[in-house]
């Protein structure tokens, strides 16, 4: 009997045919058997064709096509609850898949990943920074997480799911409220209990080992998660490269010791390594900032893009890569004599670039004065005007957290004038002043007097004014010199695709998660952390893998092995492709529809997926198909009956170089 899925009742000849169907070869053998008539969803004459296989009701949902299955014949083999084996006839109809392409893209759609994405119907926007994943880009987010999966179940990883939404309290004991408060959003439940929704889950994964774990001996653990997170970020852009919610796979490691993390460190980074070159996505490691996550030491995972929103500080002579927020460099001043200070009038100069045409100066003669509100007070950082503040550093040499730049009523309560900030003003105790190595060592710089419409010129540093601490607080930039070889430092913009924590105690000992060890003492467990934004992911993979026609998937991660079109009204080519599609089931998109060959052709270069099949009346003749790659665009022309090995076989080809390189 055929089972009709969108009536869940017996199929008569004139109602639809079901287009997903597999067929039981364990207990419940289904036999399939010809039929005739109408199919009304097609609104075609479906004579002479073969009904498709009987779907049994009890076999759960269709797995992804194995390609070592597709050698075997072209049917993947699986088992359901019950222990009944069933093969995979799954087949996606491209006159049903949701949405079609689109020839236009709305105004303010810039970026190549975006737009690509976005005509392919790939996602969909919603709102500022809120998009939606179609069934194509499901697909890969599927593939993606396959991958990533894989990887990290071979480091010992068990896969968990903690809620978005936090309770306000997780985030007040670690002290992380104060960080991130402004890009989280707040909420009371009907209870009147605050709560977040969280952006990242560290203090979520505290508390589960909290009620969790009974003994020091139950470390290291390993868990990691794919969850959506929700950042309330100031600056959208480039589609999925900025948005305000995403997916994220995050994980977390507890170990028992420093030694252990640290050993344990290295293996997540080789396993990053190998998801990103098996995405193919060429990437740079980089050093980087903790910024409000905390912790010791941080790596992030770049690939180079224009897209980008990170600089890279690189060295070609040793290696040396940093972000250029945490990046070190040296840096030549020149030597001068401290010549006498005076006071200037500067009209309407509260700004350096006003400053430095009123004068005539150059920027390397002028001091720029930044301050910004902390957890204790304010931060005052100076500066040479020809570099910019690095708050990284600036928050790792004064041990705090700049949370935002200090408002004009923080400044004027404090006696500061804005537009014309400066050292040399009697500051009270609640200001610290941090002065860069590169300012301090500039003799005869100009300062603002902390006057409307005056500045300071001559300045020097010792003789006119004292600071509490002098650091490198400045952002490296090229031209610069490598601190390490003395080689020429190089600035690239990229694309954040991940990053690992080197956490420590920080967590644990603010959460108050300790462990009594058999001798009596307290055990705080040493903590890691591991991200890597999906969304991000395959924006930039589609950033890297395109042409002027449309995305170019790389085999890993396309939604489609194939993409299967006849060509041509012969019943015969229809035929073949029909039984084409049923062999390769749910690895392949089969374009069903009555369009022209363009229209068909343009959509599969769009959609990117990695082979595209034809079947035409002359190769129907011949017994064999034409089987094109998007990537290099070669031709194959192979027997049907050996569609499936081939296939596999390319597929395996691809997959090789991945692991070789």
Not at 1 to 26: D, H, S
Not at 233 to 241: I, K, M, P, Q
Not at 395 to 411: I, V
């Amino acid at each position: 009997m055929l089972i009709c899925r969108q009536y869940m009742k017996p199929l008569r000849p004139t109602q639809p045919f079901a287009r997903e169907a597999k067929i039981v070869v364990g207990r419940h053998r289904r036999t399939p058997a010809p039929t005739r008539g109408l199919c009304r969803s097609a609104g075609a004459a479906c004579a002479g064709r073969r009904a498709p296989p009987t779907r049994c009701r009890r076999t759960p949902p269709s797995n992804r096509t194995d390609p070592a299955a597709l050698a075997q014949g072209g049917r993947n083999e699986a088992l359901d609850p019950g222990g009944n084996r069933y093969l995979n006839y799954t087949v996606v109809r491209y006159s049903q898949l949701f949405p079609k392409t689109l020839r236009e893209v709305p105004k303010g759609v810039s970026s190549v990943s975006y737009r690509l994405l976005f005509r392919g119907g790939y996602i969909r926007y919603l709102g500022r920074g809120l998009f939606s994943f179609l069934p194509l880009g499901l697909r890969v987010l599927r593939r993606l997480e396959a991958i990533i999966r894989e990887e990290l179940n071979k480091l010992g990883g068990q896969e968990v799911l903690v809620p978005i939404v936090n309770p306000f309290s997780i985030w007040k004991r670690s002290g992380r409220h104060r960080l991130i408060d402004r890009d989280m959003v707040h909420f009371n439940d009907r209870f009147g209990r605050k709560h977040v929704l969280a952006t990242t889950h560290e203090e979520a994964m505290v508390e589960m080992l909290r009620l969790s774990l009974n003994s020091y001996r139950d470390l290291p653990v390993f868990l990691y998660q794919f969850q959506e997170k929700f950042r309330d970020e100031e600056r959208t852009r480039s589609g999925l490269v900025r948005s305000r919610e995403f997916v994220m796979k995050d994980a977390y490691s507890f170990h028992r010791s420093f030694t252990e993390l640290n050993n344990f460190f290295p293996q997540v980074f080789r396993a990053y390594m190998r998801i990103f070159r098996r995405c193919r996505v060429p990437t740079i490691v980089a050093e980087a900032g903790v910024g409000y996550m905390g912790g010791e030491r941080s790596y992030e995972f770049l690939s180079p893009s224009t897209v980008g929103d990170d600089y890279v500080i690189t060295c070609s002579r040793c290696g040396y890569s940093a972000n250029r927020e945490v990046a070190v460099a040296a840096r030549k001043s020149e030597g001068e004599t401290p010549r006498e200070s005076g006071r200037v009038r500067t009209p309407g100069c509260d700004s350096m670039a006003k400053l430095s045409e009123y004068l005539g100066l150059g920027y390397s003669h002028l001091a720029k004065t930044m301050v910004y509100s902390s957890g204790n007070g304010l931060v005052m950082a100076v500066v040479r005007a020809d570099q910019d503040v690095s708050l990284e550093k600036l928050g790792q040499s004064s041990g705090e957290a700049m949370l935002r730049p200090a408002t004009e009523h923080e400044l004027r309560r404090h006696g500061l004038v804005p537009g014309y900030l400066s050292p040399l003003a009697e500051l009270d105790d609640e200001v610290t002043v941090v002065v860069d190595q590169g300012a301090a060592a500039t003799a005869n710089l100009v300062y603002g007097a902390n006057e409307e419409n005056t500045h300071v010129t001559n300045v020097n540093f010792g003789r006119d004014y004292e600071a509490h601490i002098v650091a490198d607080i400045a952002r490296a930039a090229p031209g610069y010199t490598c601190l390490h070889c003395g080689g020429p430092l190089h600035q690239w913009r990229a694309l954040e695709l991940g990053n690992i924590f080197r956490l420590s105690k920080y967590y644990t000992r603010s959460m108050d998660l300790w462990f009594r060890h058999e001798r009596g003492y307290r055990v705080y467990p040493y903590m890691g952390s591991y991200g890597i934004g999906l969304g991000r992911l395959m924006a930039a993979i589609v950033e890297m893998h395109h042409d002027e026609d449309g995305i170019v998937w790389p085999v890993s991660v396309a939604p489609f092995m194939a993409y299967l079109m006849s060509i041509g009204k012969s019943i015969a080519t229809t035929r073949i492709a029909d039984r084409i599609a049923e062999e390769l089931g749910d690895d392949v998109l089969y374009d069903d529809r009555t369009e022209s060959i363009g229209a068909k052709f343009k959509d599969c270069a769009l959609l990117g997926i990695p082979y595209r099949i034809v079947v035409t009346n002359a190769t129907q003749r011949e017994g064999t198909v034409e089987i094109l790659e998007r990537k290099t665009g070669r031709m194959h022309h192979v027997p049907v009956e050996q569609i499936s090995e081939r296939i596999a076989e390319l597929v395996e080809a691809e997959e090789s170089k991945w692991r070789s390189s």
